[in-house]
């Protein structure tokens, strides 16, 4: 069982940056690849940006290459953090974010991670 639970969304102007956190805990979340999702208001859930359970490969959506960077802190092998840092962000951006967790990075492909957190509102405002 892995609990994930995201901090750090809000309101932003159009051109700021925010950095979201999942703490992730459980006695085998460090064995769990970590990804980031976000909804905005009438669309599909969308994939973000993904991390390996080591921190050593990350994989982004198109729309947020050079601007979104993934990272993870493995401190413990029970309590582990993700960090996604938005930069230059856009009101496109203004979405429910959503921190997941799966064994398998292919599970982020489909959208059926093992675990989902509860989500942290971001807005950006024009």
């Known amino acids: 069982q892995v609990q994930l639970a995201e901090s750090g969304g809000g309101l932003v102007q159009a051109g700021g940056s925010l950095r979201l956190s999942c703490a992730a805990s459980g006695p085998t979340s460090h064995m769990y690849a970590i990804a980031w999702f976000r909804q905005a208001p009438g669309k599909e859930r969308e994939f973000v940006a993904s991390?390996?359970?080591?921190?050593?490969?990350?994989?982004?959506?198109d729309s947020v290459k050079g601007r979104f960077t993934i990272s993870r802190d493995n401190g413990r092998d029970n309590a582990q953090a993700a960090y996604l840092v938005m930069n230059n962000l856009n009101p496109e951006d203004t979405a429910i974010y959503y921190c997941a967790a799966a064994i398998e990075m292919y599970r982020f492909n489909s959208g059926t991670p093992d675990y989902w957190g509860q989500g942290t509102q971001v807005t950006v405002s024009s």
């Open positions: 991390v390996n359970w080591r921190g050593g490969n990350t994989y982004y959506a």
